[in-house]
């Protein structure tokens, strides 16, 4: 739609980038996986997120406290209807129950991850990251210094590190062991400064952020740039003055400053205005040329692994090797067993697709996907 439609918008069909924040840049992640998006957009930027093995597996989950997509649609279509045997009966649900059902469940987000299903992602995010097969286009990616203060305590997924732990410090080590390995568990301990119960908090929320967001990040952009795919990385460590600010450079705090706007939440001085400028600047310029970089700004290198140079963003930019590196190396290997994990577990299974492709229309569309269109 894009194309066929930008320059209508004074904007230009073979010039796009997708951009996106969060949920969107895992988005955009799993578009750049899909082989039926190659050639309709030329560059991607993506902020504080990837799907590198986010996924509902066919019949089987292979990670602690994950789930199959078969078991996910059984549980969601069991909580519309109990006697729905057949396809018709489900299309015959209204509308407005689905509504009503989505608006009284906080944990719906949980049914909206990608599911190989060979037509769409014929591969894992993570797999076709590593593989090289993604992303395709030139990249600009990073995260933010203290990702992991908004979901410390929320999130429960043991596979990221069982933060709701509670009880002795050997009861949360045993906890970490049982995720990472006795051995990874003990370096990445000291790394974050997990050592003592009163640590261990502060730690737990740093390696969180790490874990669900930097070394995702920092792996896509060495495949990227091992792909020789232009690759720029940042690393935004700005905190606002706001009152009683004590969670940092928070998941999503860069928001205002890529786009200019302002929030009573987050006031901002000359030098955060400054700042928003230049921010805006590298992510317009890359949109523009593919390159951020341009007159007055601060240069910003090339990524690459072997350099692992990073642009920090704050009241003064610059560039530093290695942000975070060995701590972000025992996560990766932690991330490829993952990624391994799920990979074998979403092996294409050609009877099932199928069935599925003829007998599920696409909706409001002539064509349906038996036609192979």
Excluded: C
């Excluded at 502060?202 to 390696?207: E, L, Q, R, Y």
């Amino acid at each position: 739609w894009v194309r066929n439609n930008i320059s209508t918008f004074g904007g230009d069909p073979d010039n796009v980038t997708v951009f996106g924040e969060s949920a969107g840049a895992q988005s955009i992640s799993e578009l750049m996986a899909t082989r039926l998006a190659d050639g309709l957009y030329d560059k991607a930027i993506l902020e504080s997120g990837t799907s590198s093995y986010n996924a509902l597996y066919r019949n089987e989950a292979p990670l602690i406290g994950s789930r199959s997509a078969e078991d996910a649609g059984t549980e969601f279509l069991s909580s519309l209807v109990t006697n729905a045997a057949t396809a018709a009966d489900l299309r015959a649900i209204p509308a407005a129950a689905i509504i009503s059902r989505a608006e009284a469940r906080q944990d719906l987000t949980r049914y909206f991850l990608p599911v190989v299903d060979g037509r769409v992602l014929t591969e894992t995010i993570g797999a076709a990251i590593r593989a090289g097969d993604e992303p395709k286009v030139p990249v600009l990616a990073g995260y933010n210094a203290d990702e992991g203060t908004l979901f410390y305590d929320s999130i429960r997924s043991p596979t990221v590190l069982r933060p709701g732990i509670t009880g002795t410090l050997e009861e949360r080590e045993q906890s970490l062991a049982e995720v990472f390995g006795e051995n990874p568990a003990k370096a990445l301990e000291a790394l974050y400064g997990m050592e003592t119960e009163r640590s261990w908090d502060a730690g737990a929320t740093d390696m969180l952020g790490d874990d669900m967001f930097g070394v995702h990040m920092r792996f896509l952009s060495k495949a990227n740039a091992a792909a020789g795919r232009p690759t720029w990385m940042y690393f935004f460590t700005r905190t606002t003055p706001a009152r009683s600010q004590t969670i940092g450079a928070f998941h999503g705090s860069e928001i205002p400053f890529v786009f200019g706007s302002s929030s009573p939440l987050m006031p901002t001085s000359d030098k955060d205005e400054k700042l928003a400028d230049n921010m805006q600047s590298y992510w317009t310029n890359f949109a523009r040329t593919g390159n951020p970089n341009g007159s007055g700004l601060p240069e910003w290198p090339r990524y690459n692994a072997s350099t692992d140079e990073w642009l920090v963003l704050d009241h003064e930019i610059f560039t530093v090797a290695g942000i975070r590196a060995r701590k972000l190396d025992i996560l990766e290997e932690h991330l490829i067993d993952r990624i391994d994990a799920v990979s074998r577990a979403t092996e294409i299974n050609p009877e099932f697709d199928a069935t599925l492709m003829t007998t599920l229309p696409v909706s409001g569309s002539e064509e349906t996907p038996a036609d192979g269109n």
